[in-house]
């Protein structure tokens, strides 16, 4: 039994020293193992590190693809302007404000009026326009027409005749007076939006052919004019004048002819200024055309009248077989800096009183 048992012990203490002898020998390795498992993931940070060069690479393309798409993206607008703006030249100034680039949409309204022709005119010289002081240049055939519209920009009755015009897609010439562009800059600039050319009528539509009237007051009225049109417009107007009350000075038609201003009388006068209402106005107008055949018709987008009248002239005009010509400038105007820095300096003067309102206006009577 002793010799069985101390076989047992002994098989006993040899499975203890072979399980020993097996740790000792394996687990340093398995301790080993971990630097090889480090190492793997070293080896795994690798294809991280190329993914970061990756991710580099592809800030890379990023920034090319940007650049490469700018460029067509530049280079689009401009081939839409040059062959947009070429054939019309008819917007008043490269600098003019995107928003009155832009190409107007198609006309809604299938019975429309419109514009049958559109003529560019050179003003180098200062033409003039308008038989009933100029007759040399006819280029109106019959039964065409060119809208004209004085004295604005004014609320209510611009943006109604802006309307009538927009509701026939068709376009007219505005002559506003440099006052009231800088009390509504953004009607006119609602005219310009439109498609219409905008002219001027002098700064505070001051007869220039009085006898008081210096030529150099005279001067500073026309430029004075087309500077405030310019500020209100934030961009330079068509270089087209109309002389308040057609009142033309042979000093200032000689000042215009030399700043290459084009003058513009009128072919028949619509006299809305003093018609009763609207009926009135649309019957002078139509008496006078059917009787002419043709013209540079000549009102004011100031007066109420000529607002209510439009819908229902414009709708004669087209029913009586009259056609619209647009007329624009070949370049904008060149304004003079002089006067655009004055009249900034003028816009900017600070108000001298600040009292309050009770203060200044009482009620005495009522
Ligand atoms: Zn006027």
Not at 143 to 163: M, Q, S
Not at 283 to 293: A, C, E, H, P, S
Request: glycine share 6%; aromatic share 8%; proline share 6%.
């Amino acid at each position: 039994m002793r010799s069985a048992l101390g076989v047992m012990l002994a098989s006993a203490v040899s499975v203890f020293v072979i399980v020993a002898v097996w740790f000792w020998t394996y687990s340093p390795r398995a301790v080993l193992a971990a630097p090889d498992t480090v190492s793997a993931r070293q080896a795994e940070r690798l294809p991280a590190a190329a993914s970061a060069k990756s991710a580099r690479a592809l800030s890379d393309e990023i920034e090319v693809t940007a650049t490469i798409a700018a460029r067509p993206s530049a280079v689009a607008p401009s081939t839409v302007a040059s062959s947009t703006v070429k054939p019309s030249a008819a917007l008043p100034s490269p600098a003019l404000p995107a928003a009155l680039l832009q190409p107007k949409a198609a006309c809604a309204n299938a019975d429309a009026l419109g514009v049958s022709r559109v003529v560019e005119i050179d003003t180098t010289g200062g033409p003039g326009f308008g038989f009933e002081h100029f007759k040399q240049l006819d280029f109106l055939a019959d039964k065409e027409v060119v809208l004209t519209f004085d004295d604005g920009p004014w609320p209510g009755n611009t943006p109604a005749v802006l309307k009538a015009l927009a509701d026939e897609c068709t376009k007219a010439v505005f002559f506003p007076i440099g006052k009231h562009a800088t009390y509504h800059p953004e009607i006119l600039r609602q005219v310009a939006a439109a498609g219409h050319t905008v002219g001027a009528h002098t700064w505070s539509h001051a007869n220039l052919n009085s006898k008081k009237m210096t030529e150099q007051q005279a001067k500073d009225e026309v430029e004075k004019g087309f500077s405030a049109v310019k500020l209100a417009l934030g961009a330079a107007p068509s270089p087209f004048f109309r002389f308040p009350q057609l009142q033309h000075s042979p000093a200032a038609m000689a000042y215009l002819g030399s700043r290459n201003v084009a003058v513009f009388s009128c072919d028949l006068d619509s006299f809305d200024f003093r018609a009763k209402d609207a009926a009135q106005i649309v019957n002078t107008v139509m008496t006078k055309l059917d009787k002419q055949g043709k013209g540079i018709i000549l009102m004011h987008d100031f007066q109420k009248h000529t607002a209510e009248a439009l819908p229902t002239l414009l709708g004669r005009l087209k029913a009586g077989g009259y056609k619209v010509v647009q007329m624009r400038a070949k370049a904008p105007l060149q304004t003079l800096a002089e006067y655009d820095e004055g009249l900034v300096k003028d816009m900017k003067l600070p108000t001298v009183s600040a009292r309050a309102l009770s203060n200044v206006v009482q009620t005495v009577s009522q």
